[in-house]
């Protein structure tokens, strides 16, 4: 996948020796890290509620920062 491609992120490139690119969340990358942090709050809603919730994956998330 390509996230540039996508517009997930946005490249930049520095005209300067040594070569330097950067990069930058769009803001559909932006809406992205959004709804991440939509989906950990729902999930601790419900086991709030004891409901049992089954992760296929898990990662630190945003909710931590």
Not at 18 to 25: A, D, E, H, I, R
Not at 28 to 38: D, H, N, T
Not at 47 to 61: F, I, N, P, W, Y
């Amino acid at each position: 996948m390509d996230l540039e491609q996508d517009n997930i992120v946005q490249r930049k490139v520095y005209n300067q020796v040594p070569p330097k690119v950067g990069y930058s969340l769009t803001e559909e990358g932006k809406s992205l890290r959004e709804m991440s942090v939509w989906g950990e709050e729902r999930i601790e809603r419900r086991r709030g509620a004891g409901k049992e919730v089954k992760l296929l994956h898990t990662h630190g998330g945003y909710l931590n920062y």
